[in-house]
C-alpha cells in the first residue's frame, strides 16, 4: 500500500513486481488517481486520502481492513515533511501486519533525525525494529532535494 502515488509509476513497479498481491495506492490529488486508473491495472485499489490528516488517514485504513487483515508493506510518499510523515507513523502502524513494513520515504538527509527519534520512542511499542538507510548509489539523482533516505520500521 502506498500513500501518495504521484504519477503512478510505483503502481504500476508495484503491480508488475508483486504480481498477485493487491495493491492499494491512496492520494489526495484525484487527478493522480484518474491517471493510475487510465493504466488499467487489474488488483489495484484507489481511494483517496489526505496524509495530512488523521482522520482521513484512519478512515481509509478502517475501510480496508474490516476483514482483520493488515497490510505487509505501507510506504508512505505523500508530502515528504516530517509532520506528514509523523501523522503516517502514529496512525498508519496499526494497521500493518506483525513482522510488517512501515517505510517512510524521501527523508531529507541534512535535516536532524531527532523528531523521527521521538516519534519512535512514542510508538515503541508497535516497534520491533526501525533503522535510517541512506540511498547512497550510482544511480542516485535527487539534485537540490538531498532527500534519499528512508526510514524503516518493522512492526511488533
Known sequence: MEIGI???????????????????????????????KRMN?????????????????????????????????????????????AVTIRNALKYVKQGGFLIIEDIYRDKDHAPYEELLREMKELISFSTFIVCDHANRWSPGWNNDELLVIVRA
Open 6 to 36: 504521484f504519477s503512478g509509476a510505483s503502481i504500476l513497479a508495484w503491480r508488475r513486481f508483486f504480481t498477485k498481491a493487491r495493491i492499494y495506492g491512496f492520494d489526495v490529488d484525484m487527478e493522480a488517481m484518474e491517471n493510475v
Open 41 to 85: 491495472l487489474g488488483g489495484v485499489i484507489l481511494d483517496r486520502m489526505d496524509a495530512a490528516s488523521p482522520e482521513s488517514m484512519n478512515e481509509v485504513f478502517e475501510k480496508y481492513t474490516t476483514d482483520g487483515e493488515l497490510f505487509d508493506v505501507v510506504i508512505d510518499d505523500a508530502v515528504h515533511e516530517i509532520p506528514q510523515q
